[in-house]
């Protein structure tokens, strides 16, 4: 499985989101209609609006990033050497700026590849509405605008283990369960990031949590082709 790539050229990647302000209540009045609207979908019964303004971050039109780390695997002798990178911040803007660059400065050929968890309905797109919103141009590995699903080349280790079935969302937690890779919930979870972010102000915690996403995604794409797990001293966080 996945044998005729080569693992150099996959840069694995995670992101995490908040809503774009701390509470519902800081939400400007011409969003709040809009936000209220959209909540129609979220709310279940006795609920309104703002008690599902949590969930704000997951929607790049009311949410932003605040963490994009980055990992790919280098080929050593006697095994693997994982090098890990995170753009992190409050200033969206910047650590988009930032991410762009190394997409556009090593990873724009042709056979490269961006690998996420559900990145195809999730993780790629948000990349794509947010910079397009801070007024930045899309990086060639990211023009995928106009796209189907199908017809992105990227890697999304959910839409593999389907195998062309249509089952529900698999979380990452439940295959690295099942594969015996060590889970990257150790600390806190998504659903956590709101919390951790706006009232713990902790974004250092959240930085650890993405990094860990992104290396149980490269094992478990090690897993499936056969081949050895990183071990703790082959990671290089840079």
């Not at 190394?102 to 990873?107: A, E």
């Amino acid at each position: 499985m996945l044998d005729h790539i080569p693992f150099d050229r996959i840069l694995f990647l995670d992101i995490e989101t908040v809503p774009a302000y701390r509470s519902y209540s800081d939400v400007p009045d011409n969003v709040v209609e809009l936000w209220d609207h959209k909540a129609k979908r979220l709310v279940d019964e006795g609920q309104v609006p703002a008690d599902v303004y949590s969930k704000a971050g997951i929607f790049a039109e009311f949410g932003r990033i605040i963490c994009i780390s980055t990992g790919i695997i280098r080929r050593i002798e006697g095994g693997h050497q994982f090098r890990v990178k995170s753009f992190a911040g409050h200033d969206e803007k910047t650590l988009l700026n930032e991410f762009s660059n190394l997409l556009r400065s090593h990873f724009n050929k042709k056979d490269d590849l961006l690998c996420a968890h559900n990145g195809k309905e999730f993780d790629f797109p948000y990349l794509c509405r947010r910079l397009l919103i801070n007024g930045m141009a899309l990086p060639k590995i990211l023009n995928i605008a106009g796209k189907k699903p199908w017809e992105v080349q990227h890697l999304d280790t959910m839409e593999l283990w389907k195998f062309g079935d249509y089952k529900h969302y698999t979380p990452l937690t439940l295959l690295t369960q099942v594969f015996g890779i060590p889970s990257p919930k150790t600390d806190i979870s998504g659903a956590d990031v709101h919390r951790v972010y706006w009232e713990d102000n902790d974004l250092d915690r959240i930085v650890e949590y993405c990094e860990r996403d992104v290396l149980a995604l490269a094992q478990l794409l090690l897993k499936w082709r056969g081949e050895k797990l990183i071990e703790e001293g082959e990671i290089v966080v840079t």
